[in-house]
Nanobody, 116 residues
Framework: QVQLVESGGGLVQAGGSLRLSCAAS????????MGWFRQAPGKQRELVAS???????NYADSAKGRFTVSIDNAKNTVYLQMNSLKPEDTAVYYC??????????WGQGTQVTVSS
């Protein structure tokens, strides 16, 4: 069993920055990758960024150049550094663990609100 707990969300003005953290417990070393998703009201959940345990990073087009995903294996923590935030980045952000090609475990989410 894997438990994921996100933190770091909040209210920020456009152009500002936030760093989200995802603390993982349990057997995450078998995970293929860790990812950050977001879901805005009335929209589908979308993958924002992911990082494999081989440190291969992938980003949604909307996140490229502004967001950076990283992992601290010693702390079992995944981060999402978000810079140059825009109002359209407003959403609930979720951390997830990919195991056997499936995003199997999810955190409870953390709200990010970007004001214009």
């Amino acid at each position: 069993q894997v438990q994921l707990v996100e933190s770091g969300g909040g209210l920020v003005q456009a152009g500002g920055s936030l760093r989200l953290s995802c603390a993982a417990s349990g057997s995450i070393f078998s995970a293929d990758a860790m990812g950050w998703f977001r879901q805005a009201p009335g929209k589908q959940r979308e993958l924002v960024a992911s990082i494999s345990y081989g440190s291969v990073r992938n980003y949604a087009d909307s996140a490229k150049g502004r967001f950076t995903v990283s992992i601290d294996n010693a702390k079992n923590t995944v981060y999402l550094q978000m810079n140059s935030l825009k109002p359209e980045d407003t959403a609930v952000y979720y951390c997830a663990a990919k195991i056997a090609r499936t995003w199997r475990y999810w955190g409870q989410g953390t709200q990010v609100t970007v004001s214009s």
